[in-house]
């Protein structure tokens, strides 16, 4: 519904009163709203703040007169008819309001009917006005290309878009025909073709490919309407043009870009195809007619997707579809495929959603043949079976290598450490040997003195005088300190006991490192023990360079294999003792083992005050053969022996840690478990 037209506002401009009252009364009887004021200043307010259609102007009004006034008016560019008034007939003052911009002159008192007929026809020719003035702002700023020519086909007007688009000014283009911008590259029947529709009085819609001024060539889509005069004849043409140079760019290069798109998908070796949102196929490569036996002639008559496929699958095509359309993603892409003779074979079918302006038109795919690889799978799944059965055999044959490299790596240490433990053994089996010589000199003495005291008792016996042998007797236990000897014996035999002890431990730490329980074999086992028998082994590795300081908290037994944790906890002694010697100090260094345990878990960690690892080889440590001792210095195997043993083979964790103060701290945790019968004896 159309907003009701508002009523047109009248301005009168009077110094009376009267006639200013009796003006108004006319005006609202006409149907206008009336506007009033009797000087010019407030005239020319009001014409700036309001809406004023008409202005009645006195020509007498005191101070500025109406004819001052009027000049006024339309020095600012107000474009709203003014009609004079006068008392007085005078036709000079008439005609000189009229040359000056009034619209009409009426003779006070105005005629209620001529007033009618004159503000009637004054806002008739004031709309008029402004509506032709909006025209031709509208058509000269408008961004299209109009002309307009005579019945002939000259041109008598163009708007500044065309000469900004052709080169041709104003005057250039005016009395020309419109062919002074053909290219030539258009065909004479196309323009007798355009030339007979407009003469016929109808409606012309092509596209131009036409040349500008300076030469350049360009599109432009044109609408060509006749334009009839009263009598109903075509009096002229007019052309709204519109540059489309760019538009023909793009669709050149869209249409090139189709055309590669084409010749690169049939360069593809396996079938693209598109479909719309019914699933019929729209594009299919050369390659996709090969594959499924299908014509370009079938796909223009229409061929569903669903054929492609086999009927029990045409389900689960239609819902993967949907499912793709959708955006909800889909795992499930293999298929069996229906060639147009009836011919199945396996398909992988990948897809993609086309989009347009963000909403899915269609689906885009590509079709892989798969019968080769089901072939090979099927060869692979019976080489498989023989393989499974060669890979165990393999499996047992590395396990078996396995613990045998872990037992040469043992064997290694051992072999390290056999000068060492010869030495241990050295030293009390010597002290041991010193002591018999010792007593066996002892009991040589207390043997001869022995045999003189029954050489006296003898004589004694035979009632002879023993009082001089008697006196040599003493005489030789003061010599040979008999009282001394007697007491330094129990001593000698201590610590004879002490050496044998010794030896018995040493022995007996050997014999527990050197057992060999079967390499899945778990039992329980006691850490500390573990700890205490390994310090004894490798005692000689770091007793000059290192001293131990050992925390070792109550633990609870943990099913482990004994001698593989033993082997751990003497390569990390081992390591931490060859750090400290590093170092080549004067004073001894530190190794603290501690271990403390949980609900869960058993802990060890060794801590030495060596060097340290540097940072980039921290992650390499634990890897075979990588190794930071100098050349010809250990396998490189301790380390990663002992990571394979704590985490592969007994669920438990090896971690390193590098102090910032320096040194190196190596934590073992093993998991408690009880669920074994066997105890390490």
């Known amino acids: 519904m159309f907003p009701p037209e508002r009523k047109a506002t009248i301005l009168i401009v009077d110094d009376s009163e009267l006639v200013r009252n009796s003006t108004s009364d006319i005006i609202k009887e006409l149907g206008y709203t009336p506007l009033t004021t009797d000087n010019g200043e407030e005239c020319i307010a009001l014409l700036g703040s309001q809406k004023v259609d008409l202005v009645l102007l006195d ?185 489309i140079s760019l538009r023909k760019q793009e669709q050149d290069a869209l249409a090139e870009s189709e055309r590669r798109f084409e010749e690169l998908s049939d360069l593809l070796p396996q079938p693209v195809f598109e479909c719309d949102l019914q699933g019929k196929i729209t594009y299919s490569n050369s390659l996709g007619f090969e594959a499924f036996g299908y014509t ?88 498989n079976q023989t393989l499974e059965l060669r890979v165990e055999e393999r499996t047992k044959e590395l396990n078996i290598s396995h613990q045998q490299m872990i037992l040469q790596d043992k064997l290694a240490s051992i072999g390290q450490l056999a000068a060492g433990i010869a030495h241990e053994l050295n030293n009390p089996i010597n002290f041991v040997r010193i002591n018999f010589a010792t007593l066996k000199a002892d009991i040589a003495d207390l043997q001869e003195i022995l045999a003189k005291y029954r050489d006296v008792t003898k004589k004694m016996d035979e009632g002879s005088d023993a009082k001089e042998e008697l006196q040599k007797l003493h005489q030789m236990e003061d010599s040979l300190s008999i009282n001394q000897l007697l007491d330094e014996i129990p001593e000698i035999f201590a610590e004879s006991q002490r050496g044998f002890e010794r030896i018995t431990t ?105 060097p340290g690892i540097k940072p980039e080889v921290q992650s390499r440590i634990f890897e075979p053969f990588f190794t930071t001792k100098e050349p010809g210095v250990g396998t490189g195997l301790g380390l990663s022996i002992s990571y394979d043993i704590i985490v592969h083979k007994h669920e438990g964790t090896l971690d390193v840690y590098c102090p910032p103060e320096g040194g190196t701290v190596f934590t073992i945790t093993l998991p408690i478990r009880q669920h074994t019968q066997s105890r390490e004896p």
């Open 296 to 383: 370009r002639e079938d796909l223009e008559n229409g061929v569903s997707s669903l054929m492609l496929f086999a009927p029990e699958d045409r389900e689960r095509t239609m819902m993967n579809m949907r499912n793709r359309l959708s955006g909800i993603p889909f795992e499930d892409h293999e298929y069996t495929a229906l060639k147009k003779d009836g011919t199945r074979f396996p398909v992988l079918v990948y897809t993609a959603r086309i989009l347009r302006d963000g909403k899915p038109v269609g689906i885009r795919g590509i079709v892989l043949d798969i019968t080769d690889r089901k072939h090979t799978e099927e060869t692979l799944q019976q080489l």
């Open 506 to 610: 040493i022995i007996g730490s050997m014999r527990n490192f050197s057992f060999r329980h079967d390499m899945d074999q778990m039992v329980l086992f006691d850490l500390n023990r573990g700890v205490r028998e390994t310090l004894i082994i490798a005692r000689n590795e770091y007793r000059d360079y290192a001293s131990i300081e050992t925390r070792l908290e109550e633990l609870p037994p943990i099913a482990c294999n004994p001698e593989q944790i033993n082997q751990v906890l003497l390569n990390l002694i081992i390591n931490s003792s060859h750090a400290i010697r590093s170092l080549k100090s004067s004073t001894k260094g530190k190794i603290t083992i501690h271990t403390h345990a949980d609900k869960e878990k058993v802990y060890c960690t060794i801590t030495d005050n060596g």
């Open 59 to 243: 020509i007498d009004i005191p101070g500025t007169n109406g004819m001052e006034l009027l000049s006024d008016i339309r020095a600012h560019h107000f474009s709203v008819p003014v009609v004079m008034t006068s008392g007085s007939g005078d036709i000079m003052h008439a005609a000189h309001s009229l040359k000056i911009g009034a619209y009409q002159y009426l003779i006070k008192p105005v005629n209620p009917e001529k007033l009618e007929a004159t503000l009637k026809n004054a806002l008739s020719e004031s709309k008029l006005r402004q509506k032709v003035k909006l025209f031709s702002a509208v058509i000269t700023r408008s961004p299209v290309n109009i002309a307009i020519t005579d019945k002939e086909g000259t041109l008598e007007y163009v708007n500044p878009a065309f000469s900004r688009l052709t080169g041709y000014s104003y005057k250039e283009a005016i009395g020309q025909n419109p062919r002074i911008l053909k290219s030539g590259e258009q065909p004479e029947s196309y323009y007798k073709e355009l030339w007979d529709t407009i003469t016929a009085g109808k409606v012309w819609h092509g596209q131009f490919h036409n040349r500008k001024k300076n030469g350049e060539l360009y599109w432009e889509d044109a609408i060509i309407c006749p334009i009839a005069d009263h009598t109903g004849k075509i009096s002229h043409f007019i052309s709204l043009k519109q540059d």
